[in-house]
Structures are given as C-alpha cells and as structure tokens.
C-alpha cells in the first residue's frame, strides 16, 4: 500500500486499485478532505481533518478495517 502524490491530491493505492484520497483545503475551509471506496461497510465514506497526515491516517485506518472484517493482511506495505 503506498500513496501517490498527484498536483492537487493524494491517491492511497493497493497494489493497482485505488482505496481513497485525500485533497488539499478549499474555498477558505482550512479543512483537509478525505474519501474512502473500499471500507468495511461497501459504503464510501468521507471526511474532513485539520491536517493533511489526519486525514491520510483516517483513509488508512479505514481500510485496514476493512481488511480485518475481510480476514485479510497487508504485506510490505506503508500501513
């Protein structure tokens, strides 16, 4: 699992598939955004955090739930 850096987010990956991003603050918020596709539920969830690690931390806290309820493991990877 890693997370790719585009110009205007940041993309958390597993392997090839694309698990969540986070973008940056907009219109005077101040707020980090975040959303999650692949979670525990099937739903997408979303979020917002003071800062850019908050909410890259929520995206992967999130998906390593969803590996837990999935009786799955991450190898080698950043979480």
Same mark, same amino acid.
């Given at each position: 699992?890693? #997370? =790719?850096?585009?110009?205007? /987010?940041? $993309?958390?990956?597993?392997? +090839? $598939?694309?698990?969540?991003? $986070?973008?940056?603050?907009?219109?005077?918020? +101040?707020?980090? !955004?975040?959303?999650? #596709?692949?979670?525990?539920?099937?739903?997408? =969830?979303?979020?917002?955090?003071?800062? /850019?690690?908050?909410?890259? !931390? =929520?995206?992967? +806290? !999130?998906?390593?739930?969803? *590996?837990?309820?999935?009786? *799955? !493991?991450?190898? +080698?990877?950043? $979480?």
């Amino acid at each position: 699992m890693e #997370w =790719q850096h585009e110009a205007y /987010r940041s $993309v958390f990956f597993c392997g +090839g $598939v694309k698990i969540g991003t $986070v973008n940056p603050p907009w219109n005077g918020t +101040g707020r980090w !955004r975040w959303r999650i #596709w692949v979670t525990s539920t099937t739903h997408p =969830q979303d979020g917002r955090a003071d800062t /850019r690690e908050h909410a890259m !931390r =929520q995206v992967e +806290g !999130r998906f390593n739930a969803f *590996l837990m309820t999935a009786r *799955l !493991r991450s190898e +080698g990877g950043a $979480v």
